[in-house]
């Protein structure tokens, strides 16, 4: 496998980075709420599956969403495109893989912004706290680099102008 431009291989190099942020951003707690003195930490998974428990199919579908199946999927197109940008086949669905990127990628922030909503109005109560943890670190490294490796993604090569 060579890849002859940069633009592959910087997306390549963020794209792998992300996914290996991705493993352990999913598995640390991602908050800690401290309630009436109760502390109680939660992953990703473990928020989305309470969100369930509590009837918030909404939010927590969307949670699932922006949190774990978009990333993933994120990633996993900006792996293959990649990798095979240059090889001249199937070019009508490449181009639909990076108007797809480009359509979710405003979304990428959406759980660190929440996150940061929950921690600002919890810390107006007396009563309770929220804490972000490793996991939630670790996934803003996760947005960090898919967001540098999409910018890195030259999608000119595919006839897809930006």
């Known amino acids: 496998m060579v890849m002859t431009d940069r ?25 800690t709420i401290e309630f009436y003195g109760r502390r109680n930490s939660a992953t990703i998974w473990s928020g989305v599956t309470s969100l ?15 949190s774990i199946l978009i990333p993933i999927l994120k990633l996993i197109i900006l792996l293959y495109l ?12 490449k181009k639909s893989l990076v108007n797809f990127v480009e359509a979710i990628g405003r979304w990428s922030m959406l ?24 996991g939630s670190f670790l996934f803003a490294l996760v947005v960090v680099f898919t967001m540098m490796a999409s910018y890195c993604f030259d999608s000119e090569i595919l006839g897809v102008k930006k």
Request: without cysteine.
């Open 111 to 134: 759980d660190i912004f929440l996150l940061a909503i929950l921690v600002a109005l919890v810390k107006l109560g007396h009563l309770a706290a929220v804490n972000p943890e490793k």
């Open 52 to 66: 369930f428990q509590q009837r918030a199919y909404t939010v927590a579908v969307i949670v699932f969403l922006a």
């Open 7 to 31: 633009s592959e291989r910087a997306t390549l190099v963020f794209t792998l980075t992300a996914l290996i942020f991705y493993i352990p951003a999913n598995l640390f707690p991602f908050m």
């Open 82 to 93: 990649s990798l095979t940008a240059r090889n001249g086949r199937n070019l009508g669905f």
